[in-house]
Every structure is written in C-alpha cells, then in structure tokens.
C-alpha cells in the first residue's frame, strides 16, 4: 500500500500558538483518521473524518479534507506543553480495503511552554 | 470507544525465539487489526485477525513468522515468531468500532519489543 505524506516532518512553537499539520495521500478514501502518540506509546484517537465531508471540529481540534487534490490538515489552536508529541494521519480506502489504514509519516509537535 | 489492553507491555528477548502478544477488547468487535511500528517509523498494517478463519497478511507479512489467532471477538494473538534485531519494534493492535455513523478505528497500548 501506498503511505501518504505529512508535513512538515517536525513542528516547534510556544504554547499559545495554532499549529498547522498536513497530510496528502495517493488513492481515494472512505474516510480519514488523525491519531496522536506520546513518546512511542499506544495511539490516541482523535477524530475521523469521511470522504464526503470537508470540515470537522472537535474541542480545539479542527479538521479539513478536500478529496480533489487529496490533502487533509489538522489544526490544533491555542496549543499547551501537553500537545507535544506524534501526529499521524491515517486514511481508509474502503472496498476491499475496508477497516486497513494507511499512515502517513507524521508530525512530530513540539510545544515549547 | 472501546478499551482495548495488551500484555506484555514490553519485553527484551534473543534472536531465534518467539514471542506472543495478547490483546484483549472489552466488548465484542468485529474487525481487529494488528501493526508494526519500526523504530522512529510509521505503523505499517501486518494482518487483519478474522474470527473462525485464517488472518489475512499484507504484503511482505507471512504466517510463519507472524501467526495470528482470533478465537473469539474479544481477543487476539500475535506471535512473533524466530526474532531477529530487525523484528524490534512496537507491535500495536486495533480495533474497529461502529456507532450510528462512523467507523473509528481504536488502538491498544502497543508492545514494545526488543531483540538483542
């Protein structure tokens, strides 16, 4: 399978400040996932996205998915120290393919307090 | 959600043995997944864990050296079989989780594995 790509590869600010993460992949989606890890550790869920959407907002959370040139970004606002970590997307091309994600690279945030 | 855990959380093992992770889920789900991630890499999905059937590896997985049990909704195997260093990496399980509209795909803690 295919891995998207994110960037940037790496994301540093002070707290306070939005960040900006994205993704582009290479297939059409059923729906795409952000997830964060903390140092290596399990994946946190954070929200999902489906293909016939192109806005979602969770908390500070806000995600956009626009299918015509197969890009998502993630945006986090106001980040905090506890933000910092691993940034992945990952999409679900659906069909025979359905329920297998394919991860992009990822962001690593850093959030300086 | 659902709350899925996953034993051992980590374990050092030599070359040439096996090794066999469990991950357990607190409700009955369909679909399970198990993936690898590599050292400083992305999660790269090994099999798709059917109940009653066969796991269905991707490409560049086989069942030799990672057989995959289902024997019921709740919980699954991996093992890790005949490690070599190459094979240290965390090993993940996921689950797939339906509500009215969506399908969220949940992950365990991992187990970070490493082969000296």
């Known amino acids: 399978s295919q891995q998207g790509e994110e960037d940037p590869q790496a994301l540093s600010i002070q707290e306070g400040e939005n960040a900006t993460m994205n993704c582009s992949y290479k297939?059409?989606?059923?729906?795409l996932q952000w997830y964060r890890q903390n140092s290596g550790r399990g994946l946190v869920h954070l929200i999902l996205i489906r293909s016939n959407e192109r806005e979602k907002h969770s908390g500070r959370l806000r995600v956009t998915l626009d299918t015509s040139k197969k890009s998502s970004s993630l945006l986090i606002t106001a980040s905090r120290a506890a933000d910092t970590a691993s940034y992945f997307c990952a999409t679900d091309a659906g069909g025979t393919s359905y329920g297998k994600l394919t991860f992009g690279q990822g962001t690593i945030l850093t959030v300086h307090p | 959600s659902a709350v899925i855990s996953q034993k051992p959380s980590r374990d050092i093992c030599q070359r040439g043995t096996s090794l066999t992770i469990q991950c357990q889920v607190d409700?009955?789900?369909?679909?399970m997944f198990w993936y690898r991630q590599q050292p400083g890499q992305s999660l790269t999905l090994i099999a798709t864990?059917?109940?009653?059937?066969?796991?269905?590896?991707e490409s560049g997985f086989v069942i030799d050296k990672f057989p995959i049990s289902r024997p019921n909704l709740t919980f699954s195997t991996l093992t890790v079989s005949n490690m070599s260093p190459e094979d240290s990496s965390i090993y993940l399980c996921?689950?797939?989780?339906?509500?009215?509209?969506?399908?969220?795909?949940?992950f365990g803690p991992g187990t970070r594995l490493t082969v000296l």
């Open positions: 297939t059409s989606i059923n729906n």
């Open positions: 864990a059917n109940q009653g059937s066969e796991a269905t590896y």
């Open positions: 409700s009955q789900v369909t679909m």
């Open positions: 996921s689950v797939e989780v339906w509500d009215s509209h969506y399908n969220e795909q949940f």
